[in-house]
């Protein structure tokens, strides 16, 4: 596999449009993230499938990891989190509090966090469900759901994440529907999710609740003739004020890595999911 020694080797393999559908800015600053180990070569959304295949996921001389920078992502907020009124909280965010530890419904399932930070939860803990579960706790405004839909790119920082969001959330979420057949039942089953009206004319339109103040539209649009098939998620307008954009994204992220799961899980047929 070749090597790539620097940000301009790196940029040279892009197009060079500015086109920021990755959500950088500038090509040269995502060629710069690259190298740095922050980002992808792949997360290129107009990047060949042959200078991929030839290159790989390379980064630089960084060897930091995205896993990594989420797990010190992690650790900043469990400390900032010790200092929240948890009784507060909890009222604001539509939690409950038993006088020791506050426990909010992710996805359906309990998560629980302790005064001095710990957390502990009926699904898998990992930062990207626990980072968005700490900033509601901390900055959340407790805004109910508004009832009303949006894409991603209609929130104020939208636009410049869409791409990213398209390529890390959206893509592979849809990925898995196309080729695995039960996923819909499982979010209905595994994940409480409520099977709605068809919203935006989709074949399958679900709710699932991320958060008691954040509730998430899955809308999956089957292949048809001469038509490959479309996945998107909507959020509720009232979003931006319960969870930050960084918050948000992860959500998405998050909700990929837990159905990746479950179709591994489902092909060994094992139904036990966490």
């Known amino acids: 596999m070749s090597e790539l020694n620097a940000p301009l080797d790196i940029y040279k393999l892009l197009e060079g449009s500015n086109c920021r559908e990755c959500g950088e800015a500038t090509c040269l600053a995502f ?22 295949e030839k290159y790989g996921d390379q980064t630089g001389e960084s060897k930091k990891t995205i896993e990594e920078d989420m797990d010190r992502a992690m650790e900043e907020i469990r400390q900032r989190v010790r200092g929240v009124d948890l009784a507060e909280a909890a009222q604001r965010v539509g939690g409950h509090y038993n006088g020791r530890s506050l426990t909010v419904k992710v996805l359906g399932k309990n998560f629980r966090v302790q005064a001095d930070g710990s957390l502990s939860a009926d699904i898998h803990v990992n930062p990207w469900v626990s980072i968005p579960v700490l900033d509601h706790i901390i900055n959340g405004r407790g805004t109910p759901p508004s009832g009303k839909w949006i894409p991603f790119r209609e929130l104020s920082q939208g636009r410049t994440w869409q791409g990213l969001f398209e390529q890390r959330c959206e893509k592979p979420l849809k990925k898995i529907a196309d080729t695995y057949t039960g996923l819909f039942e499982d979010m209905l089953e595994v994940f409480s999710g409520r099977q709605i009206e068809k919203h935006f004319d989709s074949d399958v339109s679900i709710v699932l609740w991320p958060l008691p103040r954040v509730p998430l539209l899955v809308c999956y649009w089957k292949p048809e003739e001469g038509m490959d098939s479309s996945l998107h998620l909507f959020f509720d307008r009232t979003v931006e004020d319960n969870l930050s954009i960084n918050s948000i994204f992860s959500i998405g992220s998050g909700l990929v890595r837990m159905f990746e799961l479950l179709a591994v899980k489902h092909e060994g047929r094992d139904r036990t999911y966490f």
């Open 31 to 52: 060629a710069a993230a690259v190298f740095r180990g922050q980002r992808l070569l792949s997360e290129c959304p107009r990047l060949s499938p042959e200078v991929l």
